[in-house]
């Protein structure tokens, strides 16, 4: 079994994620199934990140993102790329954080309980496979720093897993 070293103390927003980037390194390393990486991923992200309520990935099917592993309540199953957060990232081709997603044109609510989001494409070969998405229930919980930090954490799931 695989066990977080915790919400530590330590100097920097930074140093957490380079912390976190080395523990899904271990997490992943044993496993080449992207499904069951995304998996553990969702679950490692969602008790290795202060103040999330949902952690979880959409996956491109068919022209639209449809849900794929996560951890949280139950949440909207297809979204159209161009709406909402997670479809702007798509369309965008970029990691978008979200301090009030109430005031997000678009905004889908699957879970009233949240208040940010940041959204982060998953990109292979120039393709979009789908995105990284963490809610929060508190405003303003994501920044920069997160951005940065959770698309270092995709690109260790892109890299540990066999393309889907």
């Not at 592993?69 to 990232?89: D, L, N, S, Y």
């Not at 998953?122 to 990284?132: F, S, T």
Request: hydrophobic share 40%; glycine share 10%.
């Amino acid at each position: 079994m695989f066990e977080l070293s915790g919400q530590t103390n330590t100097a920097s927003k930074a140093d957490r994620y380079r912390e976190l980037a080395s523990e899904l390194e271990a997490l992943l390393g044993g496993e080449r199934d992207f499904i069951a990486n995304a998996s553990n991923t969702a679950s490692f992200l969602l008790y290795g990140l202060p103040e999330l309520n949902w952690a979880g990935f959409y996956l491109m099917r068919g022209g639209e993102l449809v849900l794929g592993p996560f951890q949280g309540k139950p949440a909207c199953v297809r979204i159209p790329v161009g709406r909402g957060v997670c479809g702007t990232a798509v369309s965008k081709r970029m990691s978008i954080v979200v301090p009030d997603v109430h005031a997000f044109p678009g905004h889908i609510a699957c879970d009233s309980a949240s208040n940010s989001e940041l959204v982060t494409p998953l990109v292979r070969d120039g393709q979009i496979l789908g995105v990284l998405d963490l809610d929060s229930p508190q405003l303003n919980r994501f920044d920069d720093e997160d951005k940065l930090g959770c698309e270092v954490l995709t690109q260790i799931l892109l890299r540990r897993s066999d393309p889907f």
